[in-house]
């Protein structure tokens, strides 16, 4: 997998965090958009009913005042000044039914001038089926874009048999407007609750999981070496999975302690017989001992190969220990500088002091032991060594010398995957078969090259274990 796909992966992991916080959103969201538009509505009805009262109001004083004179009605007069205003936008007419639908106006206010009120050909109808219910509707007015709001009531006045209709209208540009006023207030505060609703969420959400993310924290510390159990503590629901989860590393210590100790018994085990073969040879000879010999060597040889595989392979899969190489790397270097003494060999070493393998001291010894020893060994005088962080959880080795070194065609072979390094072959050096099984039981690699100083380049990839 490549970079950008393994991006891509760990971003399409389902988050429960995530998951928590859209869905909290997400229905905060679609409250607070519904309780919005049912306070908008709410708030026009209320508007539009105070509105209705204030026309249904005018009507009443309409029909109290009007009187009928040699068969004429006649209007009251009315003090509303507005109604006295030509084209002011407070309307009212007093109309009878017309026998074809729609009405006739008898009386209309001067503020109507030469215009008449526009209302639906079925007002008749709909305010004779409920004679004493006002109807309100809207209509247009006089003026080009004019809206009115109009209330219309179907009563009857002394002096005179036919019915009436008394309609009373005014412009709806105040209520538009202070419903608009009002729809705009409502958006912002909703809006500023929304952006207050998040943030709630994301704390909640982050104290709510608090707990998960810190025993995230534990078991990486665990894994890390830097604990040996989980031993924070944690709420109800997660006790029992903690519980679990300090079992199953007590378990897996376990485990590999008894490896290990199946290990050194087997060692023994095979060991012993293949020394009393070796010696028993020794003190016959002859061709059959020498056969005897030699592969009896093998056989040690290959015990010593799997076991050693197998012990670090257990190590590697038990619990984590942290072991600082620049203190190794010191201790190897003035060691081997007195065993090669005579060849006049300096060792020149470097590496950080917070840098620490993820292993035990003594398989890391081992790797860098040997590599060192062989570059001491084919050498003339330098060997440089550099350990180095290689990412959060990887560290190299690098070990150099000004040798003879191999050729490419050589490192090629040694470093096919799953080659056996032959520790025999010339200029390989001993160890290097160590070196491979060893970091290979950590996952790691060893990669031959060229040295800057004209010999055989040493790097191993090694686990690291975090500051």
């Known amino acids: 997998m490549t970079a950008a796909g393994g991006v891509m992966a760990r971003l399409g992991r389902p988050s429960l965090a995530r998951r928590l916080v859209i869905l909290a959103v997400g229905w905060s969201f679609a409250a607070l958009v519904i309780s919005a538009?049912?306070?908008a509505l709410l708030f026009q009805q209320a508007a539009l009913r105070r509105f209705d009262a204030q026309l249904s109001d005018l009507i009443d004083n309409l029909i109290s005042g009007s009187t009928v004179e040699g068969g004429e009605v006649l209007a009251p007069a009315l003090t509303d000044l507005r109604a006295l205003r030509a084209y002011s936008g407070r309307y009212w007419a007093i109309t009878e039914p017309k026998p074809g639908g729609g009405v006739r106006t008898l009386v209309p206010s001067r503020s109507l001038w030469d215009s008449e009120l526009t209302v639906p050909s079925d007002l008749p109808a709909r305010l004779r089926a409920q004679p004493s219910k006002p109807i309100a509707f809207d209509g247009p007015g006089p003026q080009p874009g004019e809206r009115l709001r109009l209330v219309a009531r179907w009563t009857t006045i002394p002096g005179r048999e036919t019915p009436l209709i008394f309609v009373a209208a005014e412009n709806r540009l105040p209520i538009d407007r202070e419903v608009r006023n009002f729809l705009t207030a409502t958006?912002?505060?909703?809006?500023?609750?929304?952006g207050g609703l998040i943030v709630a969420v994301f704390v909640q959400v982050r104290v709510g999981?608090?707990?998960?993310?810190?025993?995230r924290s534990e078991v990486a510390e665990v894994r890390r070496g830097k604990a040996e159990r989980l031993q924070g503590a944690y709420p109800t629901e997660l006790a029992p999975l903690t519980d679990e989860?300090?079992?199953?590393v007590a378990h897996n210590q376990e485990t590999v302690?008894?490896?290990?100790?199946?290990?050194?018994n087997l060692a023994h085990a095979l060991k012993t017989p293949i020394s009393v073969m070796i010696t028993e040879a020794s003190q016959r000879p002859g061709a059959l001992a020498d056969v005897v010999t030699r592969q009896a060597d093998v056989m040690r040889q290959q015990v010593d190969h799997h076991l050693r595989r197998a012990r670090a392979a257990a190590r590697s899969q038990g619990q984590g220990e942290r072991t600082p190489v620049a203190e190794v790397l010191d201790e190897l270097s003035r060691t081997l500088e007195k065993i090669f003494r005579s060849k006049g060999v300096e060792i020149d070493w470097d590496a950080p002091d917070d840098l620490c393998f993820l292993g035990e001291r003594q398989d890391f010894m081992e790797i860098a032991g040997n590599a060192m020893e062989n570059a001491g060994k084919f050498g003339r005088r330098r060997v440089r060594v550099r350990a180095e962080a290689a990412g959060p959880e990887r560290m190299r080795l690098t070990v150099e010398d000004d040798g003879p070194g191999l050729t490419p065609e050589q490192r090629e072979a040694m470093v096919q995957r799953g080659a056996r390094l032959d520790e025999n072959a010339p200029g390989s050096g001993l160890g290097l078969s160590i070196i491979d099984e060893l970091a290979r039981a950590y996952r790691g690699e060893l990669m031959?090259?060229?040295s800057r100083l004209g010999g055989l380049l040493v790097s191993v990839d090694l686990p690291r274990a975090e500051a």
């Open 37 to 39: 538009v049912v306070l």
């Open 187 to 194: 958006a912002i505060f909703f809006a500023l609750l929304s």
């Open 209 to 215: 999981l608090e707990p998960l993310f810190r025993l």
């Open 245 to 248: 989860l300090n079992a199953l």
């Open 257 to 264: 302690e008894r490896q290990r100790t199946h290990v050194g």
């Open 448 to 450: 031959l090259g060229e």
